[in-house]
Each structure stands twice: as C-alpha cells, then as structure tokens.
C-alpha cells in the first residue's frame, strides 16, 4: 500500500456582508501497513513448491534467524573467535527488535526499551559492556551506564480523570483500603526480588532457566494471574486494572489467561540497578531495541572481517543428510513476488533461531525432538506496532507534562511512547514520532488473527490511534503527517496456565545434536534477556561450553 501524504485540511471561507471565517477540517491520514513474515509464513504453511537450487555452500555452522536469539548466538561465536558461520537473515533482520524511519526520525517496529539486566543475566551484561553501554562494573550490583541511552525524565505518565498523573499505578484520589492494597503488593515484590526456594535458587530469576524448581513456588503456574490475586484479598479495581495492563503489554494477554507465576515474574525478576539513575529505569533509543541489533551486527563483521557471515534469503527445509543438517533456503526476491530461487548450505550444525511455528514447517518432524506442536504449541498474541509522524505537538490535557511513555487509563490499547524523547536538545524537537501499541488482547489469537489480515487500512487505522484519540481528541490529525502501521500476527508466545511445565519446551531446551533451537519460544514469552539467552546458550553448545539450565 502506498503512502499518501496527510494534508492538514482544505480551506473553505464565507463571506458574509465585510466578515469572513476560516475553518479547516481535521482529515485522518492514510497509513502504510506492513505484514513482516506474513507472506514466507503463509507459504511455509501452505505447502508451496520450491524451485530447484541454483547455489550450494558449505559452513560448520548456519544460523536461521537474524532476529535476537540468532544474531546473539552469532555474536556469541564470533566473541569467542569461531569463525566459520553464517546467518540466513530470514523475512525481516531483527524481527521484534526492527525499527523503521522516515526523513531520519527513527521509530521501533516492535521492542522499544531493555530494563536494566540483573546479576543473572551475565550474557546481556557481557553484550551492552562490549557496546560500551556499561561504562564500567559489569559485575557490579550496580554499573555505570552511558547516560544518554538511560531514559530521561519525565518517564511515564497515565491519564486518569481527564488528567494526566506521574507513574502507571494509580495511587492518588483513591480509598485508603485501594492504596493499602497497592502498598501491600509492591511490598511484597520487594521481598520477591530476593526470594530463594529450597533449592538455593532465587525463584523469580531473568532468564528464567535459572529460576526455582521449588514446587511450593512452581505452583503458581496451575491457577490464573487474576486468580492469585482474588485469593490473596487484592480487591482493588486499580490494581486490578495496572497489573492486567503489565500482563497485556508484556505478554499480549489478559491477567485471567496469564500464569500467576508469569505475572509475578514480571515483576520479581526485574531487579537491575544503575549507579547513575534511579529505580525503574530503563535502557531506550528512538529506534528501540533495533540499535542493539546493530551493534551486534558490526561487532560480528568487525570480528570476523568481513559483512559475508549475514546471507539474504528465509530458511524453508532443513534436511537430514550424513554430513549433517542441509538447509535449504529462498531468495527475498522470491518472497516478493519475483521468479523464485533458492540455495542451499550444508552444515555441521544448524541453530533454528525462529519461532517454533515456523520451525516446525522446516524440519522433517519437530515431533522427533520431543515437542508434539498438537500438544505443546504456545499460544501467540497478535499485535499492531503504529508510528505516528508529527509535525509539532497535540494540546495536552492538564497534569504531568508528555512523557516517554504515556498510558490512556482504561484504554483500549497500551499506550504510546515518543520517539524523540530521548534526543539531547536545547529545545523540544519540531517533529517527532509517537509510537502505539496495541495488543489484540481481547478476542482469541485466531480471531484476531483473522481480523487483522482482512482489515482495511482505515479499520486498523482506527485501532492504532484509540488510545491518542482518547487522549487528544480528533484534533491529533491536525499534527500527524504520515502513518505506518506493522501488523504482527504471531508477535509473542504467551505465557498460559501450566507453561513452566511444558515437556515439548523443556525438550527442545535441552537439545545438543545436529540441530540446536534458540528462540524466546523456549521461555514461554517474548523478552530481549530470554532470547539473547537462548542464542547464546546454542553458541556455547558448538564452543563445548555447559550453560547452567538447572
């Protein structure tokens, strides 16, 4: 769909007798949407005819997947000075982690901040000191960053009442009994932050291998988030609010659907500290996580020598063969619509750094792994990532000034961050981007899955903007000036009742052989640490290195 430019409105003036008036009307923009993956996934699914190769490689190792997981494994194997490898890029380099730009405002396609890593996850410690991130005491309780990529105040706000408050949790001009129950559940996130089972191990840890095996505590994960929270006297409709928007915005899914030991999770395993910043910040960019993407990529050429290692084209069959796994692979162009080629690359050893769904389609049989996807297939929340271009600013409603991030409380979608936030300048930037968020959290996946791929431009236009037309009215058209929406239709594994315990999941974890799997899929939910980790786990199985997975 091509992009039509927004015109602010056409002038019409009356004139009646020496008087005269100018009105201009308010007209929604026509937005750009995009379906990264969609086409390939589709094709996969549907069984298409492959041309015959015109190209064959040899390489020990081949990556499928320039997202996270794949490009830290990369990343992994080239620190360590492995060097003979390559990464079949797949649909879309970064994959949840992309970000886009227009007349050089970047905006995030997907993830767009990192909380501070904890102790635990040594592996995104390691990666943000070798970008210079962590300026020094990676080991620290609390290392120093590099201060322009800490989020700048003010960092979140949440329009409440016609009124915009500081923070996400409501905590002002609510009951006594309302505020207690919030005081009470933050006290006890305090004391989960250093909770150990009785196998010594913290139980709430990022990345969650290293989590608990407790089962006094593993039993949250066979009753509801919203469950917990009726059975342990949390009544408070505010809160019941906040921490179903936290399951919404970080796993796609209502709190009554989301393990309760997911929902604490959420929490209790964030417990990363700065020594120049205060609690509860958080690593962003404009573009969102897409610049550690990018570093990783010049880390590895810079390694390795040379930009040959990341080769074009989507990973459709992998093959048995006595010198180990063939991958075969179609060019982009292809995906595209052009004549169909492919290649092929024989291995050593294959990393499927992809969600499982698409794994499942290019493997002879998942099933010979131990991971049936009839039985233990996650469910995977559908989303729409919408970037609003903006020449100049929308009038704000009264109270805390526009944020980095900026909550409609009880809205329909999550919210809104604003690209330019964190630019050092003197004065606000005369354009910037707003980026919203919406998870289709509301309907099944597959109905929502339905609906987004047979929506028109307009009806997802709609649902993009819910949440800044409850904050600025129709009166935002006047500032926006061009829209790309990117819908995801599988763009998270969601973490449901009983999830800890998948065995399919917990099998493909523990594979060491031809075929390795590095994907967030392995942890039940979508996060940088969890993918990051998988990757670099599958690189220290080919390095001979032993990861601790309890």
């Known amino acids: 769909m091509r992009r039509r430019s927004f015109l602010l409105g056409a002038a019409t003036a009356a004139v009646a007798g020496t008087a005269g008036y100018y009105r201009s009307r308010v007209i929604e923009t026509t937005p750009d949407v995009h379906y990264p993956g969609m086409q390939a996934g589709h094709a996969l699914r549907d069984g298409a005819a492959l041309p015959a190769p015109s190209a064959h490689y040899q390489h020990e190792v081949a990556i499928l997947g320039a997202g996270v997981a794949g490009l830290s494994c990369a990343w992994k194997l080239a620190r360590e000075g492995y060097k003979d490898f390559v990464v079949v890029q797949g649909p879309e380099f970064a994959g949840n982690a992309a970000s886009g730009q227009r007349d050089e405002l970047d905006y995030p396609l997907g993830a767009h901040y990192l909380p501070l890593p904890s102790l635990a996850s040594t592996h995104v410690r390691e990666m943000l000191s070798d970008f210079g991130i962590i300026e020094r ?5 609390r290392p120093y960053y590099d201060e322009s990529i800490l989020v700048h105040s003010p960092q979140e706000r949440l329009l409440r009442n016609g009124h915009w408050e500081e923070g996400l949790l409501p905590m002002t001009g609510l009951p006594d009994a309302d505020i207690q129950q919030h005081q009470k559940f933050l006290t006890l996130i305090d004391r989960l932050h250093t909770q150990t089972g009785s196998d010594g191990r913290k139980v709430f ?21 919203k469950q917990w929270l009726d059975r342990e006297g949390y009544t408070s409709p505010a809160l019941h609010w906040y921490l179903n928007y936290c399951c919404r915005d970080d796993y796609g899914a209502q709190y009554d659907v989301v393990s309760a030991w997911a929902g604490l999770h959420y929490f209790a395993s964030r417990d990363g500290h700065a020594a120049n910043a205060g609690e509860g910040a958080v690593l962003t960019w404009p573009g969102g996580l897409s610049v550690l993407a990018e570093r990783m990529r010049s880390a590895i050429t810079h390694k390795l020598g040379h930009a040959d290692w990341l080769i074009d084209g989507t990973a459709v069959r992998v093959a048995d063969t006595p010198a180990g796994p063939q991958v075969t692979c ?14 092929t690359v024989q291995t050593r050893r294959t990393v499927c750094a992809m969600p499982l769904f698409v794994a499942q389609r290019i493997l002879p049989d998942i099933r010979a792994y131990g991971y049936d996807p009839a039985v233990h297939a996650s469910a995977h929340a559908p989303w729409l990532v919408s970037n609003f271009v903006l020449q100049g600013y929308p009038i704000e409603a009264p109270g805390e000034p526009l944020s980095w991030d900026n909550v409609v409380y009880q809205g329909q979608a ?8 964190q630019l050092l300048r003197v004065a606000r930037s005369p354009r910037t981007v707003f980026t919203a968020y919406h998870a289709s959290s509301g309907q099944t996946p597959q109905a929502a899955r339905q609906w987004l791929s047979s929506a028109s431009p307009e009806a997802l236009r709609d649902a993009a903007s819910a949440d800044l037309i409850a904050a600025y009215g129709r009166e935002f058209w006047r500032n926006a000036r061009q829209l790309d929406i990117t819908v995801r239709g599988h763009a998270m594994a969601t973490p449901l009742c009983g999830y800890l315990s998948n065995p399919g999941l917990a099998a493909l974890r523990e594979i060491d052989g031809p075929v390795l799997f590095a994907h967030a899929d392995l942890s039940g939910y ?18 001979g290195q032993k990861a601790p997975l309890g």
């Open 526 to 543: 979508s996060v940088f640490e969890e993918a990051s980790w998988w990757g670099v786990v599958a690189a220290g199985r080919i390095l």
């Open 330 to 343: 179609l060019k982009s162009d292809a995906i595209a619509g052009a004549a169909p080629t492919s290649y």
């Open 414 to 421: 999550l919210g809104y961050v604003v690209s330019t936030h």
């Open 205 to 225: 840890s990022i990345p969650i291998a290293l989590s608990s095996r407790d089962p006094q505590w593993r039993v949250l994960d066979t009753i509801t988030f």
């Open 137 to 141: 005491g990676a080991g620290d309780a």
